[in-house]
């Protein structure tokens, strides 16, 4: 008889068991994924999945599109749903308590990720579910491109077009640089300081690593002729990283510790607005300005 299997998926130091069903023997799809796969042991997040007729949530669930489809958020009782849909067909649902510890995802078994035994928790849904448990750990996802040398890390954050990936190519080119990601980057505390961690959710490049440093120095980029720059503290540059934020909006919860994270990291860490020009000449500046990692984020 079929026996069950636990997976494990370990981003940002947050370790998520994956029950994987006899129905579903289903592999990690190829890509940066992989890199990230783990021993389920420990987990932060434990995620039973099961192939049946999913139930969508009740109405009033607030919408989102994705690349990945669009997909439903809802608070019902003490239990948050996320459902999922391609081409306006329902196929996956995920129901999680309240702090996202315990959850089930249920897969419909005419979908592609039942015929095709595909990886369950396919994007963008094991990045909403990470996102909620992030709020509750003290931690932030990013847009935006993080490297790092030895233990310092820079990161390079902006909306799509800003030139994220192109900063993160000619990083690479620098020698003795790693990129954590080229689009999303997790901030957590560590202590009294705070350290980036990549994820397998990348861009176009695609570049990532399951690498992570003390966090150095945060640019909120933007196209320019020349290199610009000009520090940013307090209050507006907060609210300029937040905008720059995924922040899980549904969730009040989340909100409010996210908020706080923000006044936190900025802070302790040096945030500028950084125009970049289209040459290399943000990479040694970039380096040269950011402060050794126990200045840049000495307890307050």
Known sequence: MAR???RGLTVAGLRVAIEAPPQLPWDWPAGPLRRFASSPDGADMTIGVRVGRPVAPAPGALRYDSSGGI????LEGRDWVVALRIRGELQRVARFDADF???EVVVDPDSFYARAAHYPLAYPLDEVLY???????????????GVHRGDRALLFSGPSGAGKTTIARRMLGAGDVRVLSDDRVVVRTEGACFRAFGTPWHGDAPLSSDSSAELAGI??????AALEVRPLAGAEAAARLLGNAFVPVQDPRAVARTL???ERIVQRVPVARLGCPNDASV??????????VAT???PL
């Open 101 to 103: 510890r315990m959850g």
């Open 283 to 292: 990479v040694p500046w970039a380096w040269r300005s950011a402060r050794p």
């Open 131 to 145: 996102l909620h448990r992030l709020a509750r750990e003290g931690g932030v996802m990013l847009h935006a491109c």
């Open 260 to 262: 706080a994270l923000a």
């Open 4 to 6: 069950t299997r636990l």
């Open 219 to 224: 640019h909120l980029i933007h196209q320019s």
């Open 71 to 74: 997909f439903d958020v809802a």
């Open 296 to 298: 840049a984020l000495a």
